[in-house]
């Protein structure tokens, strides 16, 4: 019979085991097993941080970046309006230009043709007052006598009328 109680069953030590593996159980569970999945989560927990970050930081660079080419655009109008503003400026600049030279070349014809009319008129005088001269030595020679003053003024007078007035019939 010895050898049955080898083979036996020992209920209480079967309970006993049962109980050692239960309390092993809640050991390894209480120290090992909720630290670990504690820091597991905790792990998760960061690197979740990390891609939220991340993702984040993407959303920032596509604003900033959408924010660029918002100023980009701008200045490029910008730039544009300034060459536009430029080039009025600049065709205004000549018209005036323009404009304040054709009123010089105005101002210097009228007057040239004041000055022509001035040395027409002194060139005038200057031809009266020799045909004056040579009337009054012609008429002297013509004559061979004696004029008064008086009768020479008379003559002068008359010759310049009749000088003046066929001037004033050929001007007309």
């Known amino acids: 019979m010895q050898n049955l109680d080898v083979i036996s069953v020992n209920l209480w030590s079967i309970l006993i085991s049962l109980a050692n593996l239960i309390i092993l159980f809640l050991i390894i569970k209480k120290f090992l097993y909720k630290p670990v999945k504690k820091m597991m989560d905790a792990r998760k927990e960061a690197i979740d941080e990390q891609y939220r970050r991340a993702k984040q930081a993407e ?69 009266k007052n020799e045909i004056v001269d040579v009337s009054a030595k012609l008429s002297e020679k013509i004559l061979k006598r004696e004029i008064s003053k008086q009768d020479h003024a008379l003559l002068i007078d008359d010759f310049i009328n009749g000088i003046e007035g066929e001037d004033y019939e050929d001007r007309q």
Do not use: C, F, P, V
């Open 59 to 127: 959303n920032d660079a596509l604003l900033h970046k959408k924010e660029y080419e918002e100023k980009l655009s701008g200045a490029k109008e910008e730039a544009e309006q300034i060459l536009r503003r430029a080039e009025q400026n600049a065709k205004d600049r000549e018209r005036d230009i323009l404009g304040d030279a054709k009123a010089e070349s105005e101002r210097i014809l009228r007057r040239a043709e004041e000055n022509a009319a001035m040395e027409m008129k002194k060139a005038e005088d200057t031809i």
